[in-house]
């Protein structure tokens, strides 16, 4: 019964800081309304005994990636009455979108309900469990291929995002190695030689 209760009170939380995320006006109040959502989310997760995921959750997404957009938020000069402007235009599409994720929970949360059965072996392991040991053996057996692929996609991107970067433009300034273990003593220092100033 307590963790039902707990429960509706971080679904509430969560639920009214998703949606001050896209209400309200300034970006930089929605964002850390988004990291709320993302703790909430996490406590959640905890009550699932899924911590590997609720760690995760709040070690890369708000950990790195909502520092990142903050400082971007604070940094960049946004226009929020062009952000504005487009708000009533998609405002249909993400209703729908809406609307889809709300039954998609309703047949999960209340499948028995529907005749839905659940998948066999989704029961509760039991308080000896580890799902993180689990998962890195489903990752590292089952899914060992997919797991590399993935990890080859996400180097081939750094290596490609690093790339675009360094390219030569003539407002990049970069170095040239060959260049600098070539020089010399004479094209680095000048000796000049000036009249001593005699006080009168």
């Keep these: 019964m307590f963790e039902f209760g707990v429960f509706w009170i971080f679904a509430a939380i969560l639920v ?50 909502m520092v990142l957009f903050l400082f971007v938020v604070m940094m960049l000069d946004i226009n929020l009455e062009r952000l504005r402007e487009g708000f009533w235009t998609y405002l249909p599409l993400g209703a729908a979108v809406g609307v889809l994720m709300v039954v998609e929970m309703v047949l999960v949360l209340g499948g028995r309900y529907f005749g839905i059965e659940a998948l066999p072996g989704s029961g509760d392991p039991g308080p000896g469990a580890s799902n993180t040991k689990e998962l890195g053996r489903v990752l590292y057996t089952d899914y060992a291929y997919p797991f590399e692929l993935a990890a080859v996609l996400l180097l081939v991107a750094i290596v490609v995002a690093i790339a675009l970067t360094l390219r030569k433009r003539k407002d990049t300034k970069y170095q040239d190695p060959a260049r600098q273990a070539a020089v010399r003593r004479g094209d680095r220092v000048r000796l000049v030689s000036m009249p001593s100033e005699k006080n009168d």
């Design 16 to 65: 009214i800081a998703a949606s001050c995320v896209i209400t309200l006006r300034n970006p930089v109040h929605s964002a850390l309304f988004l990291v709320l959502a993302f703790f909430t989310a996490a406590a959640l997760w905890m009550l699932l005994r899924a911590e590997f995921l609720a760690i995760a959750l709040v070690l890369v997404y708000v950990g790195a990636v």
